[in-house]
């Protein structure tokens, strides 16, 4: 039996091997799936752990000293010989600093720090301190309090009088390596205790609220020595000892251990108490969700292809037993019974499974180990778990049961049948009608339960299989709707000789369009496949924008006026800097942002806002700014009427540092007077707003029109502030005694009856415009603000725009300009946690001025959306890509045997119309419209389905493992580009079999092989 199968199979080799090639593809993917979903969970664990603060990650000590230190050095290198480190921890760090102390002045609260080597990790200006009496500051710090290298630095008690000899800063900006970055981050443990600290004041009050907290000092160990005990502290930093071998099973036993509350360590230098604030429990939750978020990621992958390789198997064998209907009938004769004969159809492709199982394991092994290597980390080790070993075996089982059915159907077959050349087609039998009705109802139900289920949900087994599913019934419906179009057209008088054979081919015969089922899924899971890869990675791009809006993202301790004012000096054209502050309000969270800088600047995701470019966004929720009045003396004329009384001008600015102020103007009595003021405008101020009260402002009696203006600055016409700052009336916290303003000449008429206040403000009347997140507009209505209070809270504000995303906050924030929220309004900016985006062409002396005001980087797009698409689901989602390429090679090889297998029927076919006078033209035109209109079927079917399961399904899986609330959800869609590339390249592939097909039928089709067969 043995000898007989593989006779047949050498005598059919093409067909054997192209059974073969999608047997060993099917137990492929069954190693391949599981085992790189494995090594990618592991390669996240490696690389999240690697990449993580190392706060979150890492351990701390502090070590009071027990006695008085002479040697502080000494003291660092007993500390760091005594500590038992845990294991899993790397090389530990230690620093001696002090307590912090208040200092003469306004230096605040100083505290000095001694770390070896700690010049060599930062970017210095002059020299490192040396010797006791020398200090380094942070360059933002010196400017501040005005210092310059060699001052003497008056600390009072009790650390004394040091002398400047250096100015530091922390290296950050893109011109910072990720080697050296990361060196840095390892040395300073956390780089935000660099970090200066300005004082909090808040609006209206008199005294501090919290102290400043400059940089640390740097200073010599021996500085320190003498020094009370108690003002002293040694801080010792271990990071995490992440192996590369690492197996993210044993990740929760690390977790156990760093959650164990640690015993204080007695040391013959003090006490070592852990202070520790590491996260790897919600780490580990992260890795384990990710693992599983892996598997569910490559399963339909795995899936489409095992299923359209058994598709593209149940199609070969079944032509494979149609030529061995002659050798099977001849068994039968010779007396062969019903068992022997199904062992003699089955040995064949029972011997192919056998020898792919072997040849697809060791395949699927050989391309995960590539894959591992080519996308992974070096030397992780490429795992083998169970759940491969049990879905080959789930696959070898499917191809064996898919060979026994093929085998049955062709069995099954009459005499009639047999003897016929070309097997006709006939009405499908009840019980297909039955499954393919079956199919069609599951279809739906499943199409309704997705487009019915909220977005973002969990994958199901239901998201799996719909692609697969929509395309089967698409597939169908082609196959059926070609045969019954050829049909119809048989009916009618032909046109031509080409036309009606390929017409009548098609309507005739059965297994020319056979192909067109497993050919449409084959473009279905093609198509499908790239636009999900496309659809995962746009998403990861509109996650990156949101956690780092911009090439590079500084965090800073400056109130926002002053990071407004700081980008303002520093990039005065507005190519490189903004100011950016987060700000959680009582009715909402809102990012404020200085945003006519926002195209320039940041990185706007066009997703966010479809069809609104970031030039719109800026052109909606910005206005026209007010003309400056510079000088330091402003002049102001005013006409008062006659039965009035006096009035004074109330003037509300802010200077170009950022700073609000009032100045009053007055008192004017009736008639026609001015009056003049001293401002604090030498470098310019903006007039946000003025009133007509009473002495210092208070409400008076007001009637009828006032004539505000003309306007000078230090003897300079500066009318223009009042004729083009769109001034409107006041309609919130104040008692509006005007009616109505309006422009005349070089001043503005304001009409107004009653008492209270005349009170304008500029270019800001009623609602304030600003972009609100999709979730925001959801909870709050477009019309928000001032739900509490109109002092120190968000103005009243309109949604203009709705967003799928802004940045730092998602879908839940609220995006609104700077210059827009403050007019004319106090708002408590201490609140807000300030950051400045830098665009990827900032100079790097722009950088380093960022640096030396204490300001370090905090994020960079680029790192943001490297660890995206390194995470285990993005990772994971790369085998559709590969399942995509091996898919369509399937259904090419495929159709490339099946073609060959027709061959030598269709020749014979061309050659009996060549016997009756049809031309050799002819018989060419009518091979390629008829492949041509089948494989055409196939291919707008495949593009159709994979297109529909795009819309259907991508917008309710899950395409990465979202984090945080404020990550913008996965938006549905179908890129025309990638679907005219997709539908570009299976036309061209078609195309050529088609034609190679149509030029083989008739180069050998002459009359001898008819006679020969007739023999």
């Not at 192209?18 to 979903?37: E, H, I, Q």
């Not at 800063?169 to 981050?185: C, H, I, K, N, Q």
């Not at 270019?763 to 209070?789: C, Q």
Request: aromatic share 4%; charged share 20%.
């Amino acid at each position: 039996m043995i000898r007989v199968a593989l006779d047949g199979l050498r005598s059919r080799s093409l067909l054997s091997l192209g059974t073969l090639l999608l047997l060993v593809v099917a137990l492929g993917s069954a190693v391949l799936g599981p085992s790189f979903a494995a090594a990618v969970g592991n390669a996240y664990a490696v690389t999240r752990l690697e990449e993580e603060r190392n706060v979150l990650t890492g351990r701390t000590w502090e070590v009071r000293p027990s006695s008085a230190v002479d040697d502080p050095g000494a003291l660092l290198d007993d500390t760091l010989a005594q500590l038992v480190l845990p294991e899993d921890q790397h090389a530990a760090t230690a620093q001696l600093e002090t307590s912090r102390m208040l200092a003469p002045g306004a230096l605040g609260e100083v505290m000095l720090m001694a770390k070896p080597d700690a010049c060599a990790h930062l970017d210095l200006e002059g020299r490192c301190p040396a010797a006791p009496g020398e200090v380094s500051v942070l360059a933002g710090d010196a400017e501040e309090d005005g210092h310059e290298l060699g001052d003497r630095i008056d600390l009072g008690e009790p650390f004394g009088t040091l002398t400047l000899v250096g100015t530091y800063a922390y290296p950050s900006g893109p011109s910072v390596s990720p080697e050296r970055r990361e060196a840095l981050e390892d040395f300073w443990f956390e780089p935000g205790r660099l970090a200066s600290v300005p004082a909090t004041v808040r609006p209206g009050r008199q005294l501090t609220d919290v102290a400043r907290q400059p940089a640390p000092y740097l200073v010599a160990p021996d500085q320190l020595a003498g020094l009370a005990p108690s003002l002293l502290l040694v801080r010792v930093d271990s990071r995490i000892e992440v192996p590369t071998d690492l197996d993210a099973a044993d990740l929760p036993a690390i977790a156990e251990r760093a959650a164990a509350d640690p015993a204080p360590q007695q040391l013959a230098v003090g006490t070592a108490a852990e202070i520790s604030n590491n996260d790897l429990d919600g780490i580990v939750a992260d890795v384990e969700r990710e693992r599983r978020s892996a598997l569910l990621a490559v399963t339909p992958a795995v899936v489409s292809l095992v299923l359209v390789a058994l598709a593209l198997l149940s199609r070969l064998t079944s032509a494979a037993g149609e030529l061995r209907v002659p050798d099977l009938a001849l068994a039968s004769l010779r007396g062969a019974d019903r068992r022997r004969t199904w062992l003699l159809a089955l040995s064949e492709p029972l011997l192919l499974v056998a020898l792919a199982v072997p040849v697809g394991l060791a395949g699927g092994a050989a391309l995960t180990w590539a894959l591992v290597r080519a996308w992974l980390p070096a030397e992780l080790p490429v795992p083998v778990p169970a759940y491969a070993v049990l879905a080959s075996v789930a696959v070898v089982a499917c191809s064996i049961a898919v060979c026994v059915l093929s085998t049955r159907a062709v069995l099954a077959r009459s005499l009639a049948d047999q003897l016929s050349g070309q097997a006709r087609p006939r009405p499908a039998g009840r019980l297909a009608v039955l499954v393919a009705l079956a199919l069609v109802a599951l279809t739906l139900v499943l199409v309704v339960a997705a487009l019915t289920r909220p977005a973002g949900g969990a994958t199901d087994a239901a998201d799996l299989v719909l692609p697969l599913l929509i395309a089967a019934v698409l597939g169908l419906a082609a196959a059926g709707g070609t045969r019954a179009a050829a049909r119809a057209l048989a009916r009618r008088p032909a046109r031509g000789v080409a036309g009606f054979l390929a017409v009548r081919a098609v309507a005739r015969r059965s297994v020319g369009t056979l192909v067109v089922l497993p050919l449409t899924i084959a473009i279905a899971v093609v198509t499908f496949g790239a636009g999900t890869f496309d659809a995962a990675g746009a998403w990861r791009a509109s996650v990156a924008a949101t956690q780092a809006p911009a090439s590079t993202v500084w965090s800073s301790e400056l109130p926002m006026n002053e990071a407004v004012a700081l980008t303002h000096r520093l990039d005065p054209d507005g190519r490189w800097l903004m100011a950016t502050g987060t700000w959680n309000a009582q009715d909402g969270v809102y990012v404020v942002a200085d945003v006519p800088r926002l195209a320039s600047a940041s990185l706007w995701d066009p997703s966010w806002t479809p069809g609104h470019s970031v030039d719109d966004v800026v052109a909606l929720i910005t206005r026209p700014p007010t003309p400056l009045l510079t000088g330091a003396r402003l002049r102001l004329g005013m006409t008062v009427p006659r039965a009035a009384g006096q009035v004074t001008v109330e003037m509300r600015m802010r200077t170009s540092g950022g700073d609000t102020f009032n100045t009053y103007v007055g008192p004017f009595g009736p008639g026609t007077s001015t009056a003049t003021e001293r401002v604090p405008c030498g470098r310019g101020c903006t007039v946000e707003g003025f009133a007509l009260a009473g002495p210092a402002g208070l409400p008076t009696e007001l009637s009828g029109e006032y004539v505000v203006g003309p306007l000078e600055a230090d003897g300079t016409d500066a009318s223009d502030v009042l004729t083009r700052g769109d001034w409107h009336l006041v309609d919130e916290g104040v008692t509006q005694a005007a009616q109505d303003v309006r422009v005349d000449g070089a001043g503005l008429v304001v009409t107004a009856d009653g008492t209270g206040k005349a009170a304008l403000t500029s270019g800001m009347g009623g609602l304030r415009p600003v972009v609100a997140g999709r979730e925001a507009v959801d909870r709050l209505g477009r019309v928000a603000g001032a739900a509490t209070s109109t002092v120190g809270g968000p103005p009243p504000s309109e949604a203009v725009l709705v967003a799928e995303s802004v940045p730092f906050l998602g879908p839940e924030g609220v995006l609104i300009d700077y210059s827009v929220l403050t007019t004319n309004r106090t708002v408590y900016e201490e609140e807000f946690e300030v950051r400045v985006l830098a665009a990827a062409d900032t100079p790097e002396q722009v950088t380093t001025a960022l640096a030396g005001q204490g300001l370090a980087v905090e994020r960079v797009y680029a790192q943001e959306r490297d660890r995206l698409d390194g995470t285990a689901y993005a990772l994971a989602l790369r085998l559709y890509l590969v399942a995509s390429i091996l898919v369509l090679l399937m259904a090419v090889a495929g159709l490339v045997v099946t073609t060959a297998i027709q061959l030598p029927g269709r020749r014979m076919d061309a050659a009996a119309l060549s016997v009756v006078g049809v031309r050799r033209r002819s018989v060419l035109s009518s091979v390629a419209v008829e492949q041509v209109v089948v494989l055409g079927a196939a291919a707008v079917a495949g593009l159709l389905a994979g297109a529909a399961a795009q819309l259907i399904v991508l917008g309710r899986i899950t395409l990465g493992q979202v984090e945080e609330a404020s990550w913008p959800r996965v938006v549905a869609r179908i890129d025309p580009v990638l679907l005219s590339g997709t539908a570009l390249v299976v036309a061209v592939l078609l195309g050529t079999v088609a034609l190679l097909s149509a030029w083989a039928t008739v180069r050998q089709a002459r009359g001898a092989s008819l006679r020969e067969k007739a023999r």
